[in-house]
DNA sequence: TCAATTTGCGTGCTCGTTAACACACTTCTA
DNA sequence: TAGAAGTGTGTTAACGAGCACGCAAATTGA
C-alpha cells in the first residue's frame, strides 16, 4: 500500500492523501472522510523508509544526568546503555547530546537544561534527581517526548518513566538478608548523602520487611563520605554488638564492605547492596559483598533511547511507565551477567 | 555524507561509487583503491534509508520452534517475544513465518525446515533442540544468517546463538536451595521426559554444587508425565524419608509442585523449577512454589529478531554468542517481571 | 586487420513521501 | 464590483541509493 494508491482508491492526488494524513489542512471534510475510511480499511501506514529519507533530519535526544564520574560509576551504567543505543541507532539518525549536572548543587540541574537551548532537542531523557529543576527543564523544553529514568516524579502528559520500584527492591534485600543471614541479632542500614528518594524508600522497604520478621532487629547509620565514615562504622560494632549485616542502599556498598573487611568485621557480617558496577563486581569476586541488587541501570538507559526513537522515528506509540525488575546477583550468577548489563552490543 | 559527495571528492560518478560499494567490479583498481580511500576517510555509510526504500523488499525471517502449546508454555512465551520484537520491527518491512514442529518426533523439525523451502526466508531462527536435524535445515537454506536460540549446537560461521549456561543455572539452582532449606538431608532432582541437554545440564550443575557441600545428598527421579509419575513422586517421600527439597529441571515445575502439595508434603519440601510461565507465576503467588529461575525466554525471542533485523537491514554486525543472565525469582521480586518478561512492548 | 568482446565509466530512472507551488474557484471587504 | 484573501485540489521536484543501460576505449582472437 503507497500514498499513491490510497489517492487512486479515493480519486483524488497524492497531495490531498498527505494533507489529510499530516492533517495540514485544505481538504473539504467529506473528500477527508473518504480519504481516511480508505486509509483505515487499507490499514495504511505511510513507508518509513521513504518517509525519513525525505524528512533527512537528525533526531536529536538530549539527556540530562548527574555527573557521570561521581557516585562510583552508576551514572556511567546508565551513560553506557544510552550510548550503546545511539551506536546502534547511528544509522537511522539519532544522535544524542549529553549534558551533566551536580546533583549536589541546587540550580545545577537547571543550569545544565538551559545550556541545552542552544542545541535544540527533539526528545529528553531526564534523571529528575533534583525535581525542582527538573521541573523547570521541562517547563523551559514544552512540547517535546520525555522519559524520566531511575526516578520518576508526578509526569505531566507527554512523559513517562523508566524506573525501578525502590520499595519493593528494599524488601527483596530485607528477604536476601535474612535468607543469607538468618540468626537472630541486629541488621545495619547504611545511608550516605542526605536521603535521595530511592535510598530512603530501599531503606523502607527493607526495614518493613525485617519488622515482619521475628527476632530481626534494624539500625540506621548514616556514612558521609566525606567525613568520618569510617570512625562511624567501627563504632556500630562497638555498641551494638549483635550486628548481623550491613544492608547499603546504593552502589557505594563496595567501599563500606572493604572497610568492614579491613576491621575485621567481615565474617561475621552479611553485605548486600546495590548494582553492578565494575567496583561491586570486584568485591563480590573477592568474597566481601554477598549480595548485589540490580536495577539494570544499562538497561534503562538502552530502553529508554529505543521508546524515544520508536516515538519520534517510527511514530510508535510511548510506554507510559516501563517497571525495571528487581534482579538478585549472588556470586554464583555473577557471571552471566559480565559488561553489558544485558544488553546485546554491537561492535563499533 | 552521500555517495554523490563521495563522487564528487573522488572525481567519478556514483555509478563508479556504487560498483566500489557492491563489489560488482568494471572499477580500475587504481579508481577503486582511490574511492575506497575517501570512503575510509569520511567514514561513509550509505544510508538505511534511502538504500531500503530502494531495496524496497521485505526481510523474511523463518522460525523454527517446538509446537507451541506442549511443554507448559515455555515456547510461546519465546514466541511472544519474537512476535513482539516484529511488531515492532513492521514498519521496517520485517516479516516473521513461523514453522512448529514436533521436538519428540524425529524428523519432524527437518520436515519443517522443507515446509520453509517454499517460502523462502532470509534469515532463520532455530531452537536447535533436535541437532541432527537442525543440521539438516541448516544445510538446506545455505548462506543465509541463522540463530539458535534456547539451546546451541555447533556452529557453521553463519550462525550464532542466543543461550544460557544451563550447568550454571543448575549450579545456581543448587546455591538457592541451600539457601532456603539449610538443614541436611536429600534434594530430590526431578527429571522430565529424555533427558534434553539443558535439563541434564541443570542436573549436573545442581549436583556439583551439592556435593561441595556438607551433608547434602542429591537422588535423582524421572517423573514421566505420560505414565504414573504421581505415584514415583509418592514412593520418593516413603524410600527417602529426609527429603528436604526437589530441584524440577524445566518449566513443568507447577505440577510436580501442585502434586507434592496435594500429597501433603509441601510444608517440608523447598521446591525450585524454571521460567515464569503462567502456571509458574500462580503457583509462587499460591506459595506452593519457592523460587524460579528464569531463562528470559521473551528476551531470546526479542533478541533474536532485533540482531537479524541489525544485520540483515542495517548492515551490521552479529553478536556471535549472547549469553542470557540468569535470573532468580522468589515471591518478592515476582511482580516486577510482571507479562513481558522485561520487553517494553508497544500498542497494536 | 577488423569484428567481437571486455573494461571502465557515466546517465538516468526508480523506490514512497513530503512540501512547496500553481491554479481555479469561492467568499469576503471596501 | 473589483480586488484581496481564502479554499480545495493537482503537480512536481527533491531525498540517497541501486541498478539497468549506453557508450566509448581497450583488448582479444582468427
Redesign the pocket.
Known amino acids: 500500500m503507497?500514498?499513491?494508491e490510497i489517492a487512486k482508491l479515493a480519486?483524488?492526488?497524492?497531495?490531498?492523501v498527505?494533507?489529510v494524513?499530516?492533517n495540514r489542512?485544505?481538504?473539504?471534510?467529506v473528500?477527508?472522510e473518504r480519504v481516511l475510511a480508505i486509509i483505515k480499511e487499507q490499514n495504511f501506514k505511510?513507508?518509513a523508509f521513504?518517509?525519513n529519507?525525505?524528512?533527512?533530519k537528525e533526531f536529536r535526544i538530549g539527556v540530562l544526568l548527574p555527573l557521570l564520574h561521581s557516585e562510583y560509576g552508576y551514572w556511567n551504567l546508565i551513560y553506557q546503555g544510552i550510548i550503546n543505543a545511539a551506536k546502534e541507532l547511528s544509522d537511522l539518525s539519532v544522535k544524542i547530546d549529553v549534558y551533566e549536572f551536580d546533583r549536589q548543587k541546587g540550580g545545577s540541574c537547571f543550569e545544565a537544561g538551559r545550556r541545552m537551548l542552544k542545541n535544540p532537542v527533539d526528545a529528553l531523557i531526564l534523571a529528575p534527581v533534583c525535581p525542582d529543576d527538573a521541573k523547570l527543564v521541562l517547563a523551559a523544553h514544552p512540547d517535546i517526548d520525555c522519559i524520566f529514568i531511575d526516578t520518576s516524579m508526578p509526569q505531566p502528559h507527554r512523559a513517562s518513566s523508566v524506573t525501578q520500584n525502590p520499595y519493593k527492591a528494599g524488601y527483596l534485600a530485607g528477604r536476601m538478608m535474612n535468607l543469607l543471614s538468618p540468626n537472630p541479632g541486629t541488621y545495619a542500614v547504611a545511608l550516605t548523602h542526605r536521603a535521595a528518594y530511592n535510598a530512603s524508600e530501599r531503606a523502607r522497604g527493607f526495614k518493613e520487611f525485617c519488622a515482619r520478621q521475628e527476632g530481626m532487629r534494624t539500625k540506621t547509620v548514616e556514612l558521609n563520605f566525606e567525613g568520618n565514615w569510617g570512625k562511624i562504622l567501627e563504632d556500630l560494632y562497638v555498641t551494638t554488638t549483635d550486628i548481623q549485616g550491613v544492608f547499603v542502599v546504593n552502589d557505594s556498598v563496595h567501599r563500606v564492605a572493604s572497610h568492614i573487611n579491613l576491621i575485621g568485621h567481615r565474617p561475621k557480617t552479611t553485605i548486600i547492596g546495590f548494582d553492578l558496577i565494575v567496583q561491586n563486581r570486584k568485591e563480590m569476586e573477592n568474597g566481601i559483598i554477598d549480595c548485589l541488587i540490580s536495577q539494570r541501570p544499562e538497561f534503562q538507559g538502552y530502553s529508554a533511547v529505543y521508546q524515544l526513537y520508536r516515538k519520534g522515528i517510527l511514530n510508535q506509540q510511548l510506554e507510559k511507565e516501563t517497571e525495571i525488575p528487581i534482579d538478585i546477583i549472588l556470586p554464583e550468577n555473577l557471571s552471566s551477567t559480565e559488561s553489558m548489563d544485558y544488553i546485546p552490543r554491537i561492535r563499533s
Chains 1, 2 share one sequence.
Open positions: 503507497t500514498i499513491e480519486g483524488v492526488s497524492t497531495g490531498t498527505d494533507r494524513l499530516h489542512g485544505r481538504v473539504s471534510p473528500t477527508r505511510p513507508n521513504a518517509r529519507l525525505k524528512l533527512n
